[in-house]
């Protein structure tokens, strides 16, 4: 906690000016259940985290991103009645003893994104924090979160039914966590916030708070009252927000105008192959050619082009993978394909004989079959 405490924090402009002030950057209201700590951000349509502005979220294409995260429902819900929601808690189990003392929000309101941050000053204080998080959950047409749908959704509900107030409504969710790792697993990015702020969004944080580090801050405050710790702590919340929605406006940009690398493309087109958009994954694939993309865009453009059953444009880029890398798995697609398809077994073997990465036994069956198969022609 020195170390924490000693740190040099350097926060964005327009946020918190000081970290050498004691007030907490909340403004208290009273409500029925007691006190309501309120923290108030109103962004406009040039702010950006990185090279992302985070009003395309605003016109993100709702269906692209039902693709994107393999939920139908999700193309119905207005990307501008989103509620982006984050936690900050005093533990990472989902256990009754764990509260999230600190929810970040972020809506579109006007011309402005509005991030609202709501604290628990005292564990007390939780009731009237949950009745606001509904109030915006009820106005909302989709939850957008990360890894929300395992941990932060459940630890609320869990915590609206221990203040005894009504459930969370039933709105479309949208897991930001699951997307990242289908569109970003050909690059092997850490799909943590701070991971594709620096690897896709172009944004480095300067003296953020380790998520690591958040519990102890809430719980020093809770000891001695210093609210120093507790400010890095609410701008890594702010921080995290902001980034869900720049997110949003990345992954839902049309597809002829996507900023995404060319490996990232292919995982949109793979994606896009397992949601059964063939048409759109095609052009996904195309473009991450176009763009310089290497044996990972173009299996992606051959596994598309063999669903398609385009058979001329599926050999030719397995072919392409076979001479730029030493792929087993390649070889007995095309050891497949030429059985099968094409009915050339002596090409098939062919493939077979430098290895297909199959057992023994599977191998020689395999070699075995495509021999008589040669032998009748």
Not at 5 to 18: Q, T
Not at 97 to 115: E, I, M, P, Q
Not at 311 to 325: D, N, P, Q, T
Request: aromatic share 4%.
């Amino acid at each position: 906690m020195e170390r924490i405490l000693e740190k040099s924090l350097h926060p964005r402009s327009g946020s918190l000016r000081s970290l050498d002030r004691e007030e907490l950057p909340f403004v208290t209201s009273e409500s029925d259940r007691g006190p309501l700590h309120v923290r108030r951000l109103e962004l406009g349509a040039s702010h950006r985290i990185g090279n992302a502005p985070v009003f395309a979220a605003r016109h993100a294409d709702a269906r692209l991103l039902s693709l994107l995260a393999l939920d139908p429902v999700l193309a119905s819900c207005d990307p501008e009645k989103a509620l982006y929601l984050d936690t900050e808690t005093t533990g990472l189990s989902q256990g009754s003893g764990t509260v999230a003392f600190l929810v970040g929000l972020a809506y579109f309101h006007g011309d402005k994104l509005v991030v609202e941050q709501l604290l628990v000053r005292n564990l007390g204080e939780e009731a009237p924090m949950l009745e606001r998080l509904l109030e915006r959950v009820r106005d909302a047409s989709v939850v957008v979160t990360f890894n929300g749908k395992a941990f932060d959704v459940p630890l609320l509900r869990t915590r609206l039914v221990m203040a005894r107030l009504e459930a969370m409504p039933e709105v479309p969710h949208l897991d930001l966590l699951h997307v990242a790792r289908r569109l970003h697993k050909a690059r092997g990015i850490d799909c943590r916030l701070v991971g594709l702020e620096r690897e896709v969004l172009g944004f480095e944080r300067v003296d953020d708070t380790p998520g690591g580090e958040v519990s102890a801050c809430y719980l020093h405050f809770l000891r001695t009252g210093q609210t120093r710790p507790l400010l890095g702590v609410v701008e890594h919340n702010a921080w995290d927000v902001e980034t869900m929605v720049a997110l949003v406006g990345l992954y839902g940009e049309p597809l002829d105008s996507s900023r995404l690398s060319a490996d990232d493309l292919a995982g949109v087109s793979l994606t896009l192959k397992r949601a059964r958009a063939l048409k759109e994954a095609r052009a996904a694939s195309d473009m991450a050619l176009d763009r310089g993309g290497g044996p990972v865009s173009l299996r992606a453009g051959a596994e598309i082009a063999k669903a398609m059953g385009d058979r001329e444009r599926a050999l030719s880029l397995f072919e392409k993978i076979a001479e730029e890398v030493d792929c087993p798995k390649t070889r007995l697609e095309l050891a497949k394909l030429y059985e099968h398809w094409t009915k050339e077994p002596a090409r098939a073997l062919a493939w077979v004989t430098q290895g297909t990465g199959e057992d023994e036994e599977g191998t020689r069956r395999r070699a075995a079959r495509l021999t008589r198969k040669l032998d009748r022609s």
